[in-house]
């Protein structure tokens, strides 16, 4: 019964985190960044590489599943992918976490993006 109420609170931690970074938030913030960093890039540019790189990035997303699914069956079983691949997840979160924080030399507003 842990086991199960383990995996139902990964799975929904992981939804409640990611789908709205998904939905939106990401092709603006790229879009924003790719216009405003890189002189090369048009509006028009910055947000076919926007596109390109949600798309990508909802393909890897949605590709894990299968991952996963492979090496349960396979090799692992279902309770080591499980912990396994929490490992990983608990890693890039913590990653996420630390890049995070500011450096006291830049000014930020209230989005969370360095002013100019």
Do not use: C
């Amino acid at each position: 019964m842990a086991q199960v109420s383990s995996t139902i609170s990964i799975d929904l931690a992981k939804k409640r985190e990611l789908l709205p970074f998904v939905t939106a938030i990401l092709s603006l913030y790229l879009k924003r960044i790719l216009t405003e960093n890189s002189s090369s890039l048009s509006p028009d540019d910055a947000e076919d590489a926007s596109t390109m790189v949600f798309h990508t990035f909802n393909t890897l997303l949605y590709g894990a599943a299968l991952l996963g699914a492979y090496l349960a069956d396979s090799y692992l079983g279902k309770f080591r992918t499980i912990f396994y691949m929490s490992l990983v997840y608990l890693l890039g979160q913590s990653v996420l976490a630390v890049g995070a924080v500011p450096s006291g030399e830049e000014r930020w507003d209230i989005a969370g993006l360095p002013q100019q």
